[in-house]
Structure formats: structure tokens, C-alpha cells
């Protein structure tokens, strides 16, 4: 029998703490500690944060180092943040202790792109130490890049790709209904789309992965962002908004190549939105329309990180992408 794989859990937020949980529900891996840099979190037993009732007997550090002084570890499972600028330093402390990495940072999804320079800093880091960094989610590292590369497997010819991705927000934690702009004036969510940090992350880093994998230079990106009205009161466990007031984004990404248009990704999240469903659209030969019902976005992102640990440890170092991997399944 192998022996399991050691996990830390990096970052104590609602991703991380259920991805936690599900990494104790899984044979072949071992919690073994957890860091998060929250105040009323640090020094309670990892049992009382993951809300499990029982004490784990692992407290809530708020450096790795400190787990490192007295653990084995294998994979650090990082959950903290979407944008390089607040995730690379804590990138390169995992590498520099000597450990793989599984994130769902989606800016380091396929990096190469929008964030060559620290791209190419984390991959030297990672093959100096002799580890492995992946980023990964349900999108991006799945629905828009992974999902619709693998079906053209079983095309002589593709000329275009439309993937959209329709969501219910309302089935969503609360976190992701504000970071869609629940409740705002629709001059709130522009201002704060303008801002940045705001919305969905990751529609460029799917589009470069599919271009990269074609072959194909990307000569031209076009992205817009629009806002979702409510034309009624609607309600959730999180947010109650009135009419006229946003409930939600629709978002598109197109790139094209020296032929034109190739890629077109349409992503919509929205409180009580009918259409919740992902659509993967290839036209080519032949051509392919295949729509996906039931995919939680909270829940396949906890699943394909945790599933993607075993390929990550085996795997050659360096910063990797879900198309450099052998397939992620459950295991």
C-alpha cells in the first residue's frame, strides 16, 4: 500500500476549509496542518475552523515554517487569492521549503501570456527546489480550456470554439454573489469593474491555454463585462435585491488569431439565473455542441485540486498547467 500523501491546507477561507474537509474524506491523503493569517483563526484546533465538532489536534498556524518544524510534508494545497501580486510571494515560500503545490490561484492557471515575467520566476524557483506548481478550478482548468480541448480529440479539423458557462449564483456562497456585484447600482459595478478585482478571474488564462495548445499566436484579445438587472425582488441567503439593482455579471472573451476569431467564451453568473448550464460549441469537422448539466462551480474546484495532488507529486518539476499533466480523475 502507498503511502499517503501529506497535505497542508494553505488558506482558511470557505474554498480552503471545505477543500480541508474533503482531503480528510479521502483515502491516500493526510491533513497534516493548515495556514492562515486571519487573527481569530490562528492557534484554534483545525476541527473548530473546518467546522467539523471534534478536535483534530492540528492548531491554525499563521506561517508554514511553523509546521515545518515538526511535520512531514508532501503537497501544500494553496487557496488564497486570484491576482499575482498577492499570491507570487507565497508561491515561492512553499517552492523554497521544498514543496509541491496544487493552487486555485486562476492568474497562475496559464500564466505565460498575461504574466510572463513572474511565469518564468516561479518556474525556475519551482525547478531549483526540484517541485511542481499547478493552478487549477472548475474555470479556469476545466469547463473553457481543459473540457473543450479534450473533445477536439475527436475532431479531423476545428476552426472555432464557443464555450459558455450560465450559472444560478443563488446556489453560490456569499463571497461569490458580492464578487458577481449582488445588490449594486448598476453605477456601483461599473465603478468597481473599472477598479478591478471584481468578477470573474480567468477568461484570458483559458484562452491562451487553447491557443498554446493549437499552435496558434494570439494577435488580438477583446474582453467585455456587462452588468445582470434584476426585473424583480430576488432573494438569497445572502443578498435581497430590488429591482433595477445587480444581481449578477455577463461576461465575454474572444481571441483571435491571423485567421480571426477562434475562441469565444461567454461567462454569466447571476442570482436566480433559469439557464444553469455549461456549453461547449465546436464548429469544425465534425461539428460538436455538448451542454453539461449539474456542475457546482464550489464543489468541482474543491474536487479536480484535491484529485490533481497524486499527478502533481508525480509529476517533473517546474510551473505545469492541467494540458501538461496527465488526465486528473478521481482517484
Not at 439593482?245 to 483571435?256: D, E, S, Y
Request: hydrophobic letters at 45%.
Amino acid at each position: 500500500m502507498a503511502p499517503k500523501i501529506r497535505v497542508i491546507q494553505y488558506g482558511l477561507g470557505p474554498i480552503g476549509c471545505a477543500m480541508a474537509r474533503h482531503v480528510l474524506e479521502r483515502d491516500g491523503l493526510e491533513l497534516v496542518g493548515g495556514v492562515d493569517v486571519a487573527p481569530a483563526k490562528v492557534g484554534k484546533d483545525m476541527g473548530e475552523v473546518l467546522g467539523l465538532g471534534r478536535s483534530l489536534g492540528l492548531p491554525v498556524v499563521g506561517k508554514l515554517t511553523e509546521i515545518l518544524a515538526h511535520k512531514q510534508v508532501d503537497v501544500v494545497l494553496h487557496t488564497t487569492n486570484s491576482y499575482f501580486e498577492q499570491f507570487k510571494s507565497q508561491i515561492l515560500e512553499i517552492l523554497q521549503a521544498g514543496l509541491d503545490i496544487v493552487s486555485t490561484s486562476e492568474e497562475l492557471s496559464f500564466p505565460w501570456i498575461a504574466h510572463p515575467a513572474p511565469a518564468q520566476e516561479i518556474d525556475k524557483a519551482a525547478k531549483q527546489f526540484g517541485k511542481t506548481v499547478l493552478a487549477t478550478g472548475v474555470n479556469p482548468g476545466f469547463l473553457m480550456d481543459t473540457l473543450p480541448l479534450s473533445l477536439t480529440g475527436i475532431c479531423q479539423r476545428v476552426d472555432h470554439i464557443e464555450v459558455r458557462r450560465e450559472q444560478n449564483a443563488s446556489k453560490r456562497r456569499g463571497p461569490f454573489q458580492a464578487k458577481i456585484g449582488s445588490g449594486m447600482t448598476v453605477n456601483e459595478f461599473n465603478t468597481k469593474m473599472a477598479e478591478g478585482h471584481m468578477g470573474h478571474v480567468g477568461l484570458p488564462e483559458s484562452v491562451g491555454a487553447i491557443f498554446h495548445r493549437f499552435g496558434k499566436k494570439l494577435v488580438r484579445y477583446e474582453a467585455k463585462v456587462e452588468p445582470v438587472v434584476a426585473d424583480r425582488l430576488v432573494k438569497t441567503d445572502h443578498f435581497e435585491v430590488a429591482p433595477g439593482r445587480v444581481i449578477g455579471l455577463r461576461q465575454t472573451a474572444q481571441g483571435f488569431s491571423d485567421q480571426g476569431e477562434l475562441v469565444k467564451l461567454v461567462f454569466v453568473a447571476a442570482l436566480d439565473w433559469e439557464c444553469d448550464q455549461d456549453t461547449v460549441i465546436i464548429t469544425g469537422k465534425p461539428d460538436l455542441n455538448v451542454t453539461i448539466k449539474g456542475t457546482h462551480g464550489d464543489l468541482a474546484t474543491i474536487a479536480i485540486a484535491v484529485n490533481a495532488v497524486p499527478r502533481v507529486h508525480e509529476a517533473a518539476p517546474g510551473l505545469v498547467t492541467m494540458q501538461d499533466l496527465p488526465i486528473v480523475t478521481m482517484w
